[in-house]
């Protein structure tokens, strides 16, 4: 992590978070559990958003990818093979006065930065987290909770090939929940004990290795950008030789300027054929792939861009967070690109007075057939886009007396604040084209502008 530049303020971020429901600490009630979170109403339609946008790029619009949803439990022997048994592990210290624990790697000196108190030499820590299976609670029965998603794919390289008939370069994705018993934790989720992870595993030719890996660094570029994600807060930066995982031979961080300063969004590594020679060796099954061209047996290299979405979550809120003046009152808003907007659309009476209730109802019936829509006919009318504004609601639907004789709505725009009025007919059809991008003011027939901004 370096230095902070982000005009992102994390407290006031938090906060909204909180408050509007995206976001809570775990088990709060009891205190919270530290690093665990609940993401709330708002939280998990913009975590299945961002799984959605993520699974729809790497897998339903491409012929070389397949999608798998391994177990989180698997055999130990998984890990001793991965070598996570032997090297997962961060150097931990204490404090031999207030007792709290550093990582020895992440301390500027050698005191500890609570109390200036002596340290302990360092020892190793495990990050995974240990259960059993069955009853009985001996070394035999020991798994691990998989403190990363990838291991299900390499262990399914055989099933996959044999069921799906891919040919090299293909790739397997999986979204699922890794488990790591971090050391150094906070920052909100940026670091969690729990968390999920959007991986790639993408198998091709020694030889084409370094293509496809320049080639998946620069599509998991896109990826961020075409959901809003600003240029300007994403940077390559590359592992040193020094600190290279040891199944990798090169590695780039996608960093993102987060509040705290620059740090890893995801990881794109070329883990060459480490991976399938170790689950070969380990499980003594044949891992490799008969190259119809070459009439030989090899064993592929493997490209794996890992994302977190936890981590795409933070980032996406941070970049879309914003305070500005509308209407002559201050508002914070979140920019949400569209396409990851928990709520697309918010349904407005302009009044609680029954004579809009039919009318409005039915507009907010039909409009969340297609996609997740609110109804709110509580406080101002300013107050109502204030709290949509607040949570990232692109449109706002707006009924009024006028309504129900034209049989027209207006639609306000978040971000620019400017109103169009259209027939309630072509309300869907209108609200479809602007949440794919057109400019509010390409206006369908019986449209009219109602408001500059
Ligand atoms: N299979 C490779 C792998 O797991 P990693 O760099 O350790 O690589 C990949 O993790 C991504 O998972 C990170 O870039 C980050 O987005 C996410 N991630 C890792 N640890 C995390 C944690 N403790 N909390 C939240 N996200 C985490």
């Not at 992870?197 to 990826?223: A, C, H, N, S």
């Amino acid at each position: 992590m370096t230095e902070a530049k982000s005009k992102v303020d994390m407290e006031k971020l938090v906060s909204l978070c909180r408050r509007r429901g995206y976001i809570f600490p775990s088990s709060e009630i009891y205190g919270g559990l530290s690093s665990c979170w609940d993401y709330g109403p708002l939280g998990v339609e913009l975590k299945r958003n961002i799984k959605d946008a993520w699974w729809r790029a790497v897998v339903q619009q491409r012929d070389d990818m397949v999608g798998l949803d391994a177990s989180i439990l698997m055999h130990p022997k998984v890990w001793e093979a991965s070598g996570h048994l032997e090297g997962f592990s961060d150097p931990l210290v204490e404090c031999k006065s207030c007792h709290l624990r550093w990582r020895s790697d992440e301390l500027k000196n050698d005191k500890c930065p609570e109390c200036g108190g002596e340290l302990t030499e360092p020892r190793l820590f495990n990050l995974m987290f240990r259960t059993f299976v069955g009853p009985i609670e001996d070394e035999a029965s020991v798994v691990y909770l998989r403190p990363e998603t990838a291991q299900g794919m390499f262990v399914n390289f055989e099933n996959i090939l044999n069921t799906t008939r891919k040919r090299l370069p293909f790739g397997i994705a999986q979204i699922g929940k890794a488990f790591r018993n971090e050391v150094t934790t906070g920052n909100f989720i940026f670091r969690c004990r729990e968390f999920e992870q959007m991986e790639i595993e993408f198998f091709v030719k020694p030889g084409t290795d370094k293509e496809w890996f320049d080639y998946w660094v620069e599509e998991r570029l896109k990826w961020y950008m075409s959901l809003g994600v600003r240029k300007e807060n994403l940077k390559l930066r590359q592992h040193t030789k020094e600190e290279l995982a040891h199944y990798a031979r090169e590695c780039y961080d996608i960093n993102y300027l987060f509040p705290m300063g620059w740090a890893e969004l995801e990881g794109i590594a070329n883990r060459g054929d480490f991976d399938l020679v170790q689950h070969a060796k380990f499980s003594g099954k044949t891992l490799n792939y008969y190259d119809d061209e070459t009439k030989e047996h090899i064993v592929p290299y493997i490209i794996e861009p890992s994302a977190g979405v936890d981590r795409t979550a933070l980032a996406i809120l941070c970049d879309a967070y914003d305070e500005d003046i509308a209407d002559g009152e201050p508002r914070a808003l979140l920019h949400l690109h569209p396409t990851i907007a928990p709520i697309k659309v918010a349904v407005l009476p302009l009044s609680r007075k029954e004579t809009l209730a039919p009318l409005s109802k039915e507009v907010y019936e039909e409009l969340r057939q297609c996609w997740m829509t609110a109804f709110d006919e509580a406080q101002s009318i300013g107050r109502r886009y204030r709290r949509q504004d607040e949570i990232g609601t692109p449109f706002c639907v707006t009924i009024d007396f006028e309504s129900l004789e034209d049989k027209q709505v207006t639609i306000r725009e978040r971000d620019s604040l400017r109103q169009i009025r259209v027939p309630i007919d072509s309300l869907k059809n209108t609200l479809q084209t602007k949440l794919d991008g057109e400019d509010l003011f390409v206006l369908p027939e019986g449209g009219k502008i109602w408001k500059e901004g």
